[in-house]
């Protein structure tokens, strides 16, 4: 997701779309611990920065993880 499109979400719904992300990130990082190969490694890059920005935008406008 871009910043811009986050940014505009609610607090609520950047912690649910967080809760998400670490899930399907854990999920996807167990897979290649499992086999030990990714076909998705940019998209797993691609969740990374997206959990990097929520976080940042949550400590932004204060609200506790």
Same mark, same amino acid.
């Given at each position: 997701?871009?910043?811009?499109?986050?940014?505009?979400?609610?607090?609520?719904?950047?912690?649910?779309?967080?809760?998400?992300?670490?899930?399907?990130?854990? =999920?996807?990082?167990?897979?290649?611990?499992?086999?030990?190969?990714?076909?998705?490694?940019?998209?797993?890059?691609?969740?990374? =920065?997206?959990?990097?920005?929520?976080?940042?935008?949550?400590?932004?406008?204060?609200?506790?993880?």
């Amino acid at each position: 997701m871009k910043i811009k499109e986050l940014r505009s979400l609610s607090t609520e719904v950047l912690n649910s779309r967080l809760s998400e992300l670490r899930l399907e990130y854990a =999920i996807e990082k167990r897979k290649v611990v499992s086999t030990g190969v990714s076909s998705k490694k940019v998209k797993m890059k691609e969740m990374r =920065i997206t959990i990097a920005q929520i976080l940042t935008l949550l400590k932004e406008r204060g609200a506790g993880i």
